[in-house]
């Protein structure tokens, strides 16, 4: 699993899905989806509508970890654009050597909000809590 480079900041809520694991933190949410999972539109929208209960309305920032290979829908982004209103931003976080490939086709669907690939946590958080 990827690692924050410093001392790890505690999350206010932590849940477990049948995908994967969420962290909950000031304005963003973590996502590490389990190994081989098929992300498709029911997933998607079980995800967002914990983080809309979660953060109450609020906007906030996706931080996805990317350290595990799964499949994403990604019209769903394009779908359900609107539902997806109250993110501020989306940063993945990927090694290096995929984060050319994973920009690419990220960003083609990601339009609801700004997106941006990262090969660290501490890079993506930080760009997170300052937009």
């Known amino acids: 699993m990827l690692m924050p480079e410093s001392k790890p900041i505690l999350p ?6 049948k995908f ?3 962290q909950f933190f000031d304005g963003y949410v973590t996502s590490a989806i389990d190994e081989g999972v098929d992300m498709d539109a029911g997933k998607l ?4 509508s914990l983080c809309f209960e979660v953060f109450e309305n609020r906007p906030f920032s996706v ?3 990317r350290d ?3 499949s994403l829908d990604p019209s769903f982004y394009i779908k359900y ?3 997806l209103s109250n993110i ?3 940063a993945v976080v990927v ?3 995929s984060a050319v490939k994973i920009k690419e086709y990220e960003t083609l669907y990601l339009q609801h909000c700004p997106c941006r690939v990262f090969d660290s946590i501490g890079a993506a958080v930080s760009w997170v809590h300052n937009l």
């Open 12 to 17: 206010l809520h932590d849940y477990s899905l």
């Open 20 to 22: 994967g694991r969420f």
């Open 45 to 48: 929208l079980e995800l967002y």
């Open 63 to 65: 931080v996805e970890l």
């Open 68 to 70: 595990s290979s799964y």
């Open 81 to 83: 654009r609107d539902l």
């Open 88 to 90: 501020k931003a989306h």
């Open 95 to 97: 090694d290096p050597e």
